[in-house]
């Protein structure tokens, strides 16, 4: 089993070199953020309740994602591996997560942190809030999942340090270069202990 924690801020390239990871070693997407949009046009329970969040970008309250990530997992049990992208985006929900996969005598393998600065973010989604017209690709809300980011999500980065698993990645260039990079640290991550 393979599993990555595609990690960094809004607009940092998660959703596009975790489509490039998926091709390359058969992995299952779980994009926290691409379920709740889903549950939001279905106009389930939960998605009437994550949209206020979403509309004003704030975090989901922990209970609602883990509930939904637990969900997930269970529905996948003969996975290969997975990506998480856009989980965890906070201590509590990173521990449920080394619980949940402890559960399941798996762990995260790696945690890969892209790296982008504020200017480039919020240039990128404001261009894909035009073309796509995702409605939190708004300035007023990038500015604020900007700084929910560094409030309440960046302390994640702590959690994997600690246990060797933190690896950043340079998140600017070209997708291909990027990508390039992102699959030296999985390569890494997969050698066996005390090879060379
Ligand atoms: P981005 O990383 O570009 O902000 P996402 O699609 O990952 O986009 O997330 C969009 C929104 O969905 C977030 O602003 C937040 O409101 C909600 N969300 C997604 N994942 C989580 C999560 N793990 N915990 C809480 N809220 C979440």
């Given at each position: 089993m393979l599993n990555i924690v595609l990690f960094g801020?809004?607009?940092?390239g998660k959703g596009t070199q975790s489509e490039k990871l998926i091709e390359k070693y058969g992995l299952i997407h779980l994009s926290t953020g691409d379920i709740l949009r889903e549950e939001i046009a279905k106009l389930t329970h939960l998605g009437k309740k994550a949209k206020e969040y979403l509309d004003c970008g704030e975090l989901v309250p922990d209970k609602d994602i883990v509930n939904m990530v637990a969900n997930q997992l269970d529905k996948e049990k003969s996975s290969s591996g997975f990506i998480f992208d856009g989980?965890?985006?906070?201590c509590a929900q990173a521990k449920f997560l080394r619980n949940m996969l402890t559960e399941r005598e798996t762990r995260v393998d790696i945690m890969i942190a892209l790296q982008v600065k504020e200017e480039e973010l919020i240039k990128r989604l404001l261009k894909r809030g035009k073309e796509?017209?995702?409605?939190?690709?708004?300035l007023s809300i990038i500015r604020n999942r900007i700084e929910v980011y560094e409030r309440q999500?960046?302390?994640v980065i702590g959690f994997y340090k600690k246990m060797h698993k933190y690896a950043p990645v340079?998140?600017?260039?070209?997708i291909e270069k990027i990508f390039e990079n992102i699959v030296d640290v999985v390569e890494k991550a997969l050698l066996p202990p005390f090879s060379v």
């Amino acid at each position: 089993m393979l599993n990555i924690v595609l990690f960094g801020p809004p607009g940092s390239g998660k959703g596009t070199q975790s489509e490039k990871l998926i091709e390359k070693y058969g992995l299952i997407h779980l994009s926290t953020g691409d379920i709740l949009r889903e549950e939001i046009a279905k106009l389930t329970h939960l998605g009437k309740k994550a949209k206020e969040y979403l509309d004003c970008g704030e975090l989901v309250p922990d209970k609602d994602i883990v509930n939904m990530v637990a969900n997930q997992l269970d529905k996948e049990k003969s996975s290969s591996g997975f990506i998480f992208d856009g989980f965890p985006r906070t201590c509590a929900q990173a521990k449920f997560l080394r619980n949940m996969l402890t559960e399941r005598e798996t762990r995260v393998d790696i945690m890969i942190a892209l790296q982008v600065k504020e200017e480039e973010l919020i240039k990128r989604l404001l261009k894909r809030g035009k073309e796509t017209g995702r409605p939190d690709d708004e300035l007023s809300i990038i500015r604020n999942r900007i700084e929910v980011y560094e409030r309440q999500t960046s302390a994640v980065i702590g959690f994997y340090k600690k246990m060797h698993k933190y690896a950043p990645v340079n998140g600017l260039g070209t997708i291909e270069k990027i990508f390039e990079n992102i699959v030296d640290v999985v390569e890494k991550a997969l050698l066996p202990p005390f090879s060379v």
